[in-house]
């Protein structure tokens, strides 16, 4: 690797932790704009002035808003993400039986749908105009139409109530079998995919079908190459680049987006747990969960810059 | 005497028959006496082919057959319909069916409410007061928290007086004010002086809220109580799960091995759990879908006539809303019966503008019904000075059928010349920021186990929930009276003034009260109906089976 893009990929790390610390700030304004807070909330309908005025004290939501930026952003560098305002158990403890079910069907919805749609989106593009890539382009199309929560619940329907195959929901937090495995994250996977696929295959698509219109993809087929190999071995590598951002933006989605999925299938991830911090305003929780989403979001990116970069052989060599 | 006590008899199960029958026993009546009462009741305790269904008065869809005697063993996952990391194991902060579900599971209270709302002795034996003002409780002989330690009365002295700790955040604060003072005064008694006479204690102690924790407790990661069932885990927004208490103090119960319960927002996902077998029991269910859960077979949804109403607020603090032609106009002008079939697709009944329903024990029959009568409404508007006015009537989703009641009152006032401009704002917020703030808007109020609280909370002139302002000093005085009153006829006739009053000059119309829809798995048996709210008043757990 030479020093371009040693310097080119330290200039994303640190472009991407700049944009983290403003990320941060705004995160800590907006939730202070949220009308309520945690102490009212809390109380609903028994809000009372005098027992509203107790909890925020007790709360400490009496103390300047920026005393409380720098508190948190200090607690946060050393890996503190405070206090839950609502239940009084530490954000990261919360976090810590949330954010591994998160990852586990962000990665097992990754490993699916990722090698799906890559395949479908190099199929069509090596048989662009034909009847097969009109037809996989209309049902991934019409896939990623159809509102996830649709989706889900007429899979429920089929699969869960009707066949009694699969379960309704998914009951990830008792899990010792393979089969158990399955049951679990089959409708949710298979929901999760049906929104991404199309998108990643989609990207793919244009991005080889981009390639395989250069000279030199020309040239490698005069030379005699077979289709598969001109695809693989010549157009592929340099479509990388887009393909792994088609990819990233598709899997951050998996992370912070999938909220549907999971008030449907009671699947108990981070999404949820962000939305309960808002209405309940629990802002300690709200901030972490955003950060969270956001330095997913950062990383995925940077991991998609990195590929583009590796993948081009001028920065590389 | 005799006729109460068939009625009563005839809602029971033998599970509850059996609670009735320690409860009895608790008051002092021998074994041999309770059992005389209760036969001459028709009620038989043990022995198959026993009564009829629970709550078969108060249900209109079929209620589980009763199938002989309970059995133990098994295992069955509830769902609520709310769930969130706000969940918690204090009773005192319980705000949804989930935290009443799990706090019932888990802990018991001094006292509890059967099918008709009557307090019965719980951990507390018996009790007994002096003039309603200053009452003693003698706890029950041998009952232990799941950590082995025995039930003293310093845990309950320390369970009541937390309320009044501002700090805290109860629910119950307002209500638990008016301990003066909660003393021991040996291991096993308990005094509670109260600030002014009040002959409903027992019934507000049977709330949720107000169950027995160990003296001392500050953290509740895991629960302590002498509840039916121990906790096993107890993760917020999550789930929680229960095994049975072997020491429970009731003999014999609980039946189940183990209780789940979870959270499921999403209605469609929580009927469709139902019906794939992933739940065995499930509240606040759509009444669209209780026709499919019904023909399912293997389930059944059971409908709970219960006292939560959604009302239109007429402030009578503002002008010129407030005047009391309007205020009759505006009732005049609710379509109960629509609201009723159209609006709750016929899962409520129709109100007549006071907070007592009918069925419960100081409803006043008698009192004639305000119907849809727009010529009257006419003519209180025309005599308000308001016809052709142009008034904004604010609705909300966090009122259940007030958007819709909205809309259909807007369609009412536009054939007798006035104009209401529907304004419907988000659930979110909406008890901090709307609710009572505006001339005319919506409230939504739960159920409420006495109407001592119900008249208190929401009618009396000073307070704080007095959802349209209304200052009425002779029902203020009646109140008082009848809180104080601790003979049950002359009770229920001062009840029967206040509806009247409430219902003549009141500012809220309440046109319908709304049922609870409960949907359960039909191997689920000693399942019932409680006014109070679904999933049995939010106790199902200590009365449930599991056929084999």
Same mark, same amino acid.
């Given at each position: 690797m030479n020093a371009t893009a040693a310097k080119l990929i330290l200039n994303r790390i640190g472009i991407g932790l700049l944009t983290l610390l403003m990320v941060s700030l705004v995160v800590f304004a907006i939730t202070g704009l949220l009308p309520g807070d945690a102490a009212q909330s809390s109380l609903g309908q028994s809000a009372t002035p005098e027992a509203v005025a107790a909890l925020r004290a007790k709360m400490g939501l009496d103390v300047p808003g920026y005393m409380r930026y720098f508190n948190w952003l200090g607690g946060m560098l050393t890996g503190n993400f405070g206090y839950s305002m609502v239940n009084n158990l530490s954000v990261n403890e919360l976090l810590a039986s949330r954010l591994p079910m998160s990852l586990m069907l962000a990665g097992v919805t990754a490993l699916v749908s990722v090698p799906i749609a890559l395949t479908l989106g190099i199929v069509s593009a090596m048989k662009r105009g034909s009847l097969i890539d009109r037809g996989l382009n209309l049902v991934t199309l019409s896939l990623v139409a159809v509102p996830e929560f649709l989706v889900a619940t007429i899979a429920v329907l089929i699969f869960a109530v009707q066949l009694r195959w699969l379960s309704a929901l998914s009951f990830a937090s008792d899990i010792s079998t393979i089969g158990q495995f399955l049951k679990a994250y089959a409708l949710p996977v298979m929901t999760l995919c049906c929104v991404i696929v199309a998108q990643m295959a989609r990207m793919t698509r244009a991005a080889v079908v981009d390639e395989l219109n250069s000279s030199y993809v020309e040239m490698a087929i005069l030379k005699g190459a077979t289709p598969t190999r001109v695809v693989l071995r010549h157009a592929l590598p340099n479509a990388i680049g887009p393909i792994a951002n088609a990819v990233a933006l598709s899997l951050s989605y998996l992370l912070g987006g999938v909220v549907i999925v999971e008030t449907i299938f009671n699947y108990p991830g981070v999404a949820s747990l962000m939305v309960d911090g808002v209405s309940n305003r629990d802002m300690p929780l709200v901030q972490a969960c955003a950060m969270i989403f956001c330095a997913g979001y950062l990383a995925l990116v940077l991991f998609a810059d990195l590929a583009a970069i590796l993948s081009n052989p001028r920065l590389r060599q | 005497?005799?006729?109460?006590?068939? %009625?009563?008899?005839?809602?029971?199960?033998?599970?509850?028959?059996?609670?009735?029958?320690?409860?009895?026993?608790?008051?002092?009546?021998?074994?041999?006496?309770?059992?005389?009462?209760?036969?001459?009741?028709?009620?038989? *305790?043990?022995?198959?082919?026993?009564?009829?269904?629970?709550?078969?008065?108060?249900?209109?869809?079929?209620?589980?057959?009763?199938?002989?005697?309970?059995?133990?063993?098994?295992?069955?996952?509830?769902?609520?319909?709310?769930?969130?990391?706000?969940?918690?194991?204090?009773?005192?902060?319980?705000?949804?069916?989930?935290?009443?579900?799990?706090?019932?599971?888990?802990?018991?209270?001094?006292?509890?409410?059967?099918?008709?709302?009557? /307090?019965?002795?719980?951990?507390? %034996?018996?009790?007994?007061?002096?003039?309603?003002?200053?009452?003693?409780?003698?706890?029950?002989?041998?009952?232990?928290?799941?950590?082995?330690?025995?039930?003293?009365?310093?845990?309950?002295?320390?369970?009541?007086?937390?309320?009044?700790?501002?700090?805290?955040?109860?629910?119950?604060?307002?209500?638990?004010?008016?301990?003066?003072?909660?003393?021991?005064?040996?291991?096993?008694?308990?005094?509670?002086?109260?600030?002014?006479?009040?002959? !409903?204690?027992?019934?507000?102690?049977?709330?949720?809220?107000?169950?027995?924790?160990?003296?001392?407790?500050?953290?509740?990661?895991?629960?302590?109580?002498?509840? /039916?069932?121990?906790?096993?885990?107890?993760?917020?927004?999550?789930?929680?799960?229960?095994?049975?208490?072997?020491?429970?103090?009731?003999?014999?119960?609980?039946?189940?091995?183990?209780? %789940?319960?979870?959270?499921?927002?999403?209605?469609?996902?929580?009927?469709?759990?139902?019906?794939?077998?992933?739940?065995?029991?499930?509240?606040?269910?759509?009444?669209?879908?209780?026709?499919?859960?019904?023909?399912?077979? =293997?389930?059944?949804?059971?409908?709970?006539?219960?006292?939560?109403?959604?009302?239109?607020? *007429?402030?009578?603090?503002?002008?010129?809303?407030?005047?009391?032609?309007?205020?009759?106009?505006?009732?005049?002008?609710?379509?109960?019966?629509? *609201?009723?079939?159209?609006?709750?697709?016929?899962?409520?009944?129709?109100?007549? !503008?006071?907070?007592?329903?009918?069925?419960?024990?100081?409803?006043?029959?008698?009192?004639?019904?305000?119907?849809?009568?727009?010529?009257?409404?006419?003519?209180?508007?025309?005599?308000?000075?308001?016809?052709?006015?142009?008034?904004?009537?604010?609705? =909300? /989703?966090?009122?259940?059928?007030?958007?819709?009641?909205?809309?259909?009152?807007?369609?009412?006032?536009?054939?007798?010349?006035?104009?209401?401009?529907?304004?419907?704002?988000?659930?979110?917020?909406?008890?901090?920021?709307?609710?009572?703030?505006?001339?005319?808007?919506?409230?939504n109020i739960n159920p409420r186990p006495s109407a001592d609280l119900i008249f208190t909370q929401f009618f009396q002139s000073d307070a704080a929930w007095n959802e349209s302002g209304w200052k009425n000093p002779q029902f203020d005085q009646l109140l008082l009276q009848a809180r104080a009153e601790s003979d049950d006829t002359k009770r229920k006739k001062l009840y029967g003034d206040m509806q009247v009053l409430v219902h003549e000059k009141g500012g809220v119309g309440i046109p319908t009260f709304i049922s609870f829809i409960d949907g359960y798995d039909k191997r689920i048996q000693g399942y019932g109906s409680v006014p109070l709210g679904g999933l049995m008043g939010y106790a199902f757990a200590e009365h449930v089976w599991l056929a084999a």
């Open positions: - | 005497m005799n006729n109460k006590h068939k %009625e009563f008899g005839a809602m029971l199960n033998p599970a509850e028959s059996e609670r009735i029958l320690n409860a009895a026993m608790g008051r002092g009546m021998s074994r041999r006496d309770a059992l005389r009462m209760m036969g001459a009741a028709g009620v038989v *305790i043990g022995g198959s082919g026993l009564l009829g269904a629970p709550g078969a008065a108060q249900a209109q869809t079929p209620a589980p057959a009763a199938a002989g005697t309970p059995r133990r063993g098994g295992k069955i996952r509830a769902a609520a319909h709310s769930t969130s990391t706000a969940d918690t194991l204090d009773p005192c902060k319980g705000s949804t069916a989930v935290d009443y579900t799990r706090h019932n599971m888990f802990y018991s209270g001094l006292t509890e409410l059967d099918t008709q709302l009557v /307090p019965h002795p719980a951990l507390a %034996e018996e009790f007994t007061h002096e003039g309603s003002k200053v009452w003693r409780f003698k706890l029950r002989k041998g009952v232990t928290f799941h950590d082995g330690k025995p039930l003293t009365a310093q845990d309950v002295v320390f369970s009541l007086m937390r309320h009044q700790n501002a700090e805290l955040g109860s629910k119950v604060r307002s209500v638990a004010m008016q301990f003066e003072a909660v003393k021991a005064i040996s291991p096993s008694e308990v005094e509670v002086t109260l600030t002014v006479a009040n002959a !409903d204690l027992p019934v507000i102690l049977a709330a949720s809220h107000f169950l027995i924790l160990k003296d001392g407790t500050t953290a509740f990661t895991t629960a302590v109580g002498t509840g /039916p069932y121990k906790c096993k885990e107890f993760r917020a927004g999550v789930r929680s799960v229960g095994v049975r208490n072997e020491n429970f103090w009731k003999p014999g119960k609980p039946y189940l091995d183990e209780i %789940e319960v979870i959270g499921i927002p999403d209605e469609a996902a929580r009927v469709n759990a139902l019906l794939s077998g992933d739940i065995h029991l499930m509240n606040n269910m759509n009444p669209r879908s209780a026709q499919r859960v019904n023909a399912s077979g =293997t389930h059944a949804s059971l409908e709970t006539k219960s006292s939560l109403y959604t009302d239109l607020i *007429i402030r009578q603090d503002t002008t010129p809303a407030g005047s009391e032609d309007f205020t009759l106009a505006m009732k005049y002008m609710q379509d109960r019966e629509q *609201i009723r079939d159209a609006v709750y697709r016929g899962f409520a009944t129709v109100g007549n !503008d006071q907070p007592i329903q009918p069925g419960h024990r100081y409803y006043l029959e008698g009192l004639p019904q305000r119907g849809y009568d727009l010529d009257k409404a006419k003519f209180h508007l025309q005599k308000a000075g308001l016809a052709g006015a142009t008034m904004p009537i604010v609705c =909300t /989703p966090a009122a259940e059928g007030s958007v819709d009641i909205a809309a259909l009152m807007q369609q009412s006032a536009q054939k007798i010349g006035l104009n209401l401009t529907v304004n419907r704002v988000p659930a979110d917020g909406y008890w901090s920021n709307h609710w009572m703030k505006h001339p005319l808007g919506f409230g």
